[in-house]
């Protein structure tokens, strides 16, 4: 008998899209600058020295963020219409400036199949109320940690992840890549996690941070080392 609750239990914590177990969302934000300047990755403009939304991909606890199937549905961006200001600015574009391109990208790779329950409105307003809320400004938290963009000091993970971790009650990811000018690794992106209700703070797990261990430390560079030219967002 006790098995049998724990087993309803665990399946009631799950929330299905299109029959895929899905137990998590990563809000993923990018450091602009250090998008430009890996090898072969140009933007057409210098990205600000801010985080911006990378996407809000729902995930389980044991493989890679759940893709959704290719439809030749319409992106609906009629029904975001009155949050393109602050999608704009919080959710940007940085390679192509193609705003809209971008949502829509992330939108059918990764949240088309949530709809429903999750509508598109759902989907942007809770993105941009995560990226807005003042507990979860990474900027923020990492200036009052000591820790700054302007500076080339060499980092390892835990430098970037205890603060954010302290201000915010939960553990978050961390994910580098390698500068092409410098050849150095990079803070790439950080992300929060939330729970399938796509707005209580989790742990993120540990498959959400592993790619700043390549190398024995990396660093936060400065927003002028990246490239900028002819972009080469698809």
């Keep these: 008998m006790a098995q049998h609750i724990f087993i309803l239990c665990l399946l009631s914590s799950l929330l299905f899209v299109n029959g895929i177990p899905f137990d998590f969302f990563q809000l993923v934000q990018q450091w602009g600058p250090n998008i430009c300047s890996p090898a072969g990755s140009k933007c057409y403009a210098q990205p600000q020295p801010m985080f911006t939304i990378h996407g809000l991909w729902p995930s389980n606890f044991s493989t890679v963020p759940i893709l959704c199937p290719r439809t030749k549905k319409l992106f609906p961006q009629g029904k975001v219409t009155s949050l393109e200001q602050h999608l704009n600015k919080y959710w940007p ?125 990396f660093v936060w560079l400065l927003p002028q080392q990246s490239s900028v030219g002819v972009p080469d967002y698809p």
């Design 93 to 217: 574009d940085v390679i192509s400036g193609k705003n809209s391109n971008f949502w829509e990208h992330e939108w059918r790779k990764h949240a088309d199949c949530i709809d429903p329950p999750f509508t598109i409105f759902w989907y942007f307003d809770i993105s941009l109320r995560h990226r807005m809320n003042k507990t979860y400004d990474l900027l923020t938290i990492l200036n009052d940690a000591g820790l700054s963009h302007q500076t080339h000091k060499d980092l390892i993970s835990q430098n970037v992840l205890d603060p954010i971790k302290n201000a915010t009650g939960m553990e978050p990811g961390i994910r580098c890549n390698i500068n092409g000018i410098t050849k150095k690794l990079q803070l790439k992106e950080i992300v929060l996690c939330f729970g399938n209700d796509g707005t209580t703070l989790i742990d993120c797990p540990s498959f959400v941070s592993n790619t700043c261990t390549s190398q024995p430390k």
